[in-house]
C-alpha cells in the first residue's frame, strides 16, 4: 500500500482523484494540501537536519557520543 508522502499523512494518495506525484519513483501526495505540506517538511530537513551534526544524528537514531566535534 502507498503512503501520502506527508509524514503527518497515513493516507493512500490512490485513493483520492486529486493525488500530486511527488519525483519520479512514483510517490505521491494525497492532494495540493499534503504536498505543500511534505515540501516545507523537505525544505526542513535539507535545511536545518542535514546542516547540524547533532540533528543529522538525532533524525539517524545514533548515541551522541558517535559525533566527531
Known sequence: MAICVNEECKKNPFDSLNWV???SDFDACCN????DKARQQMDYFCGSVLNSDAAF???L?????WISQ
Not at 495540493?32 to 504536498?35: F, I, S
Not at 537514531?61 to 557520543?65: H, I, K, M, Q, R
Open 21 to 23: 506525484p511527488w519525483g
Open 32 to 35: 495540493q494540501e499534503c504536498y
Open 57 to 59: 544524528a538525532a533524525w
Open 61 to 65: 537514531g545514533v548515541p551522541e557520543e
